[in-house]
């Protein structure tokens, strides 16, 4: 899988349990914020740990994958827009987001993008389990039933903003259980039918 998108986007705070466990009140309109292309990586590649953090976290999320140039998509077209789903882990330095107050560095590192392993179209995304495994060990579980916004609304609400154009990716924010990894872990983010997207971390 190959993907040339023009941005990477992102909605932080999408999940009712993980607004719970940041402290965060259930946002009234969907949280924005976007990674640089060069942060993207696929299955199999390596997440650099960089030398900047000391709390390298995983955020296990559903992507949206935009299926064509659109702009002002309406909820109930939204659907026409999508090429697809995939898994994806919006790697995050905690440490630097409690810091900076804004998040461009603490998720714009290199390789801190993964995605993968394919695309999947023929799937409800309104009903789908997201789970993260560190080593093995379940970390996060729940299902897209939990988010705050549901994928055809933020195709309306980021299509509303900025013209979408084909491989462009939406994330849809992590549910709650983020923690931290280490050098030398391996993280898998599994949704639904989606798939697997395995990664490890190095120095
Ligand atoms: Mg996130």
Redesign the pocket.
Known sequence: MKLKPTKII???LNYHEHAKEMGMAIPKEPVLFMKPLTALIYDGDSIVYPKQTQDLHY?A?LAIVIKDHCRNVAKTDAKKHIQGYTCAN?V?ARDLQKLDGQWTRA?GFDTFCPVGPKIVSDIDPTKLEIKCYLNGELKQSSNTLDMIFDVYEIVEFVSSIMTLEKDDLI?T??PSGIGSMQAGDEVVVEVGRVGRLRNRIRK
């Open positions: 992102c909605v932080g955020e999320e919006d995050t998720k994330l924010g992590t």
